[in-house]
């Protein structure tokens, strides 16, 4: 009897292949085992056994695998079911979802380049004879591709040594050249090595009794020291000694105190003892704990809606306890950017090393590391903490999943392929392991309000701020009004000025708000009117005052502000709106005295710039933080008693049915930075609009009132919660044939859908790295199925394909696009 396995390429192809196996490969082989195969000329792939079956492939002759990669399965049944799910939801294949599921490492391919890796000493003793050729090949050339290394070893089937080499850590493959990820560093003191003998430091205290403050200084460093056994922060120092950041500075330039860091991320955990009781919940969060458990015993999914600062996470971590108490794993998903060292320490002060984190900044290697030990089900990993990609680990008995903000949009992931929303794609997998899952937000998504009041999703609620901290008061300043009068400044109104400036005074911190970086969007010419184009994307550049250049945001494009408009030659170019940038340079002459610093792509870019710059203002070594939305995403600053909004209407009038709920979201969400400790914070909103509706609901914080209208406006538009939609985007670098394709295909679908097909129609960038794109919208209301709205489309995509000119148009699908 011949022996097949299905298996799935890491490619977008529709179906499985099927590869022959002998009987005893057959018999070995298990669904979620990897094997190298060779596919098309001369390429080999690793792929993932799908099933072992006796059915020979109908029209093709079965090709023989190269070789057998795993011992055990690296994927389990669970997952095939989940990616499964996620490919025939998401309009994509399993090869694209196997592809973007697990870390690259496992996806050794001919294409993979192999360098040494310089940082480890490798023990030649160690290494059998193979490895050791292929060891010393690499001293002598930097890398090496894999048909290389198959000459070198004169053997075809190579992964499995390099599977080897790699885990004794000999070599690395070229993804993990990208920068280690540094975790947060933070500065402690302890006395001079000189000092620690008593008589010294008498002699240094009669010194320094000329000095009160530095002696005070010294003396808290002491006291601190006798009841905390533990090194102490320099924040904590100033805090007890009362003394300025001067004193503690010159008291390190005298070498009386020394300086050290210490990074507080994967800190070795002594053990259990080590960690942190949880903390007692206020009666406010009791409630709200035992609704959830409550609708977790009618295995629903539960919306937690609290809001900013109420102790949503104090909640989650109760329910994790209890989850890992069980023996289960337990899941904790936040976006990608709210992913903070901040809250990864608050986790692992509770439950030691029991956190594992799974972050795209870490290198192939740690995440094979994480992988491995959730696949082991080792007490490492039992809880993950992690962004949308964690979702793909190898869980064999999944307790609990929280998914934090979950309003957050860049939960949908956009490119590539499978364009997936980590909260829905969570709900799948909840259901699968049929085990409990929260959805926490100040600001619940328009659609999962809507389940939660429809009674599909258990529904808990926590309307105070933790400690009696009043929510912000909330303050809207109308620009109009203050440019009439000539009150400005710059882009501050006169209110703004005052507030920053009482702030100040009183020793506290400000944030300020500009969705926008760069100094000012664009340029524009004064006498035509023409303002500077991307010669790659249908886009004005944008201009970044501190390098003095244009930029495109799209495709990374840049050119030298030019010194006269390109189209009439007049020297007259203006700027145009406003970015982060220029904010952060009036508030240099508005406020000189005041440190100012800027957050947003331009300044985090760097070597870990957006930890260093939540911990230097974190510090306060800063008292003004200006920033683009990476500012809303979790943070708790202690001292910030002001949020600013430069302007909100750039947020308002956005051309997407969503734009009002992510506003109200949004400005929420920042307001909530403002006064996180006993003191009331403000929040002053600066508009040209400030009637606004949503203006109105932000500064009342009212959600429901939102929530009303924007859900009539969808079912009004037909847009989901009600209905579902999908987007088909078409692209190609040819402008008509674009155009010609796109037509062809909504032609079609409106005469299989009718009413329902909006477009083909230009998105706002119709041109992106000379790729013109075209999109169609496709609503789907309750009445209609989904699936067969789906395989309608997919069938008009194969005829589509069938004409040979349309053939080369690309064309993309978005589900429940956001
Ligand atoms: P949210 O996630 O809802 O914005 P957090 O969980 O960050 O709020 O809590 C806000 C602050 O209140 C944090 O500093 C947290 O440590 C503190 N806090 C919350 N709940 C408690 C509690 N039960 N006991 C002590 N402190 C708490
Ligand atoms: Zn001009
Ligand atoms: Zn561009």
């Not at 939305?629 to 909004?645: A, E, H, P, W, Y």
Request: proline share 4%; aromatic share 10%.
């Amino acid at each position: 009897m011949p022996y097949f396995i299905n298996v799935i390429l890491p490619i977008p192809l529709e179906k499985l292949f099927t590869y022959s196996v002998s009987k005893s490969e057959a018999e070995f082989l298990k669904p979620g085992m990897r094997v190298g195969v060779p596919f098309g000329k001369s390429k080999i792939y690793t792929a993932l056994v799908h099933a072992v079956h006796n059915t020979p492939p109908e029209v093709y002759e079965a090709k023989e695998i190269h070789r057998i990669l795993d011992e055990h399965p690296i994927v389990n049944p669970y997952q095939l079911e989940h990616w499964q799910w996620i490919a025939d939801y998401y309009m994509c294949s399993l090869g694209e979802v196997f592809r973007s599921a697990v870390p690259s490492a496992f996806l050794l391919e001919s294409e993979t380049l192999i360098l040494r890796n310089d940082r480890v000493v490798v023990n030649e003793k160690e290494l059998e004879d193979d490895e050791f050729l292929v060891y010393e090949a690499l001293q002598h050339q930097s890398t090496l591709k894999v048909h290389e290394v198959s000459s070198i070893v004169d053997r075809k089937n190579i992964l499995p040594i390099l599977n080897r080499l790699l885990e004794k850590k000999v070599i690395l493959l070229k993804e993990e050249m990208y920068e280690q990820y540094r975790p947060k560093l933070v500065r402690y003191v302890k006395l001079g090595a000189e000092y620690l003998y008593e008589e010294k430091l008498e002699a240094l205290l009669e010194t320094l009794s000329r000095a009160p403050k530095q002696s005070q200084v010294v003396l808290s460093l002491f006291q601190l020291q006798a009841v905390k056994k533990k090194p102490i922060k320099v924040a904590d120092l100033e805090e007890t000694s009362g003394g300025s950041k001067a004193v503690i500075k010159s008291l390190v330039d005298k070498e009386i105190l020394e300086e050290y860091f210490i990074r507080t991320d994967r800190v070795n955990y002594g053990g259990e003892e080590e960690n942190f009781a949880l903390k007692e919940l206020n009666e406010y969060q009791q409630e709200a704990l035992k609704d959830i458990s409550q609708s977790f015993e009618d295995k629903k999914t539960v919306l937690l809606h609290g809001v900013t600062s109420s102790g949503k996470t104090e909640v989650y971590v109760k329910l994790i306890e209890e989850c890992i108490h069980s023996g289960k794993q337990a899941l904790y998903l936040l976006p990608e950017i709210a992913l903070t060292t901040q809250l990864i320490s608050r986790l692992q002060d509770y439950f030691g090393e029991k956190v594992s984190v799974y972050h795209s900044k870490y290198n192939i290697q740690e995440r094979v590391e994480v992988w491995n030990n959730v696949l082991a089900k080792r007490l490492k990993a039992q809880i993950v903490i992690g962004a949308r990609s964690a979702l793909f680990l190898p869980y064999s008995e999944l307790g609990l999943i929280i998914v934090d903000e979950e309003h957050e949009g860049s939960y949908k992931q956009f490119d590539p392929a499978p364009r997936y929303h980590a909260r829905d794609a969570a709900i799948v997998l909840a259901n699968l392991h049929q085990c409990q899952i929260l959805l926490g937000s100040a600001t619940p998504s328009i659609e999962s309000f809507y389940n939660a009041q429809t009674g599909k999703y258990g529904y808990a609620q926590i309307k105070h701020r933790y400690g009696n901290v009043l929510m912000p008061n909330i303050e809207l300043v109308d620009l109009k009004e203050d440019n009439r009068k000539k009150r400005m400044k710059g882009h501050f109104s006169e209110r703004l000025l005052e507030g920053i400036k009482e702030t100040l005074d009183a020793g506290e911190q400000v944030i300020l708000f500009q969705n926008r970086r760069g100094y000012a969007p664009i340029v524009e010419c004064t006498t035509c009117g023409h303002s500077p184009q991307c010669p790659n994307c249908d886009v004005s550049l944008t201009f970044h005052q501190y390098k003095k250049q244009l930029r495109c945001h799209y495709c990374g494009y840049h050119m030298a502000l030019p010194e006269s408009c390109q189209a009439c030659g007049s020297p007259s170019l203006d700027t145009k709106g406003f970015g982060t940038e220029q904010v952060e340079k009036e508030l240099e002459t508005l406020f000189p005295e005041a440190k100012t610093w800027r957050m947003d792509l331009d300044t985090t870019r760097g070597k870990h710039g957006y930890e260093k710059i939540i911990t230097a203002f974190e510090q306060h070594e800063m008292d003004i933080l200006v920033g683009t939305q990476m500012l809303t995403k979790g943070l708790d600053f202690r001292n910030v008693s002001l949020v600013g909004i430069m302007n909100a209407d750039s947020l308002l009038n956005f051309p997407d049915y969503r734009a009002h709920e992510r506003c109200f979201q949004l400005l929420t969400q920042v307001a909530g930075r403002a006064g996180r400790t006993k003191k009331q914070g403000r929040v002053i909103i600066q508009s040209y609009n400030p009637y606004h509706q949503i203006l109105k609901q932000v500064s009342t914080n009212d959600y429901e009132g939102m929530f009303k209208e924007q859900l009539n406006e969808r079912e009004q538009y037909r847009y989901p919660p009600q209905n579902r939609i999908i987007r088909i985007t078409f692209k190609h670098k040819e402008y008509n044939r674009l155009n010609e394709a796109a037509e062809w295909f909504a032609q079609a679908l409106r005469n299989a859908l009718g009413v329902n097909v909006l477009g083909p129609e230009y998105p706002p960038v119709a041109r992106i790295r000379n790729q013109f794109l075209k999109n169609v919208m496709v609503k789907i209301p309750q009445n209609q199925s989904l699936t067969k709205t789906k395989s309608i489309i997919k069938r008009i995509e194969k005829s589509f394909n069938a004409v040979s000119q349309y053939r080369s148009v690309r064309v993309i699908y978005n589900v429940d696009h956001i």
